[in-house]
């Protein structure tokens, strides 16, 4: 079971109890924060995680986006494919995702938060996680599959199959 598939369980059970709506609140209210330095949604995500670092962020930045679609966890579809259904109605999407695609540490929670906030139904969080956990790997191979998944199809990874990138800890 990965990182992404452990917290995604914890949230979904979360959700079906009724500390999710303040919980929810919560974490979305996070957004307006640097990740991590929100000492209120800090009990929903510090029991997952260890030390500092890319990895800590990206599973606050995971827990605030999941609240944001109020629980929509869809399986095997990633913010990829959904902004590829998106590009249909707006020819600006484009633009969004290869933007996403370049986001450093500094821009990557405004980019996620544009780009999850502008797609329509659920997400498929426990994999946005494990990809966030290994987008700052030098050989950038979660954003090149992105664009494959984006422009028209996966080359090498069916819909739902988790792909082995390597972790960076920044």
């Known amino acids: 079971m990965s990182q992404g598939e452990r917290f995604l369980g914890w949230l979904e059970r979360m959700k079906a109890q009724k500390a999710w709506t303040p919980a ?71 633009k969004r995702f290869l933007a996403l695609l370049d986001a450093d540490r500094d821009q990557i929670a405004f980019r996620l938060r544009q780009a999850v906030g502008l797609v329509e139904g659920g997400l498929d969080f426990a994999r946005l996680l494990d990809d966030l956990i ?17 422009y028209g199809g996966d080359l090498g990874t069916k819909v739902g199959e988790k792909s082995e990138e390597k972790e960076v800890e920044e």
């Open 24 to 94: 929810r609140a919560v974490l979305r209210r996070s957004l307006a924060f640097p990740l991590g330095a929100y000492p209120k949604a800090m009990p929903y995500v510090e029991p997952f995680v260890e030390g500092e670092g890319w990895r800590r962020e990206a599973h606050y930045l995971v827990a605030a986006l999941y609240a944001l679609k109020d629980g929509a966890h869809q399986e095997g579809r990633t913010l990829a494919q959904a902004m590829r259904e998106k590009t249909r109605d707006s020819g600006n999407v484009e």
């Open 134 to 150: 290994g987008w700052f790997s030098p050989e950038r191979h979660v954003q090149a599959r992105w664009a494959r998944e984006f």
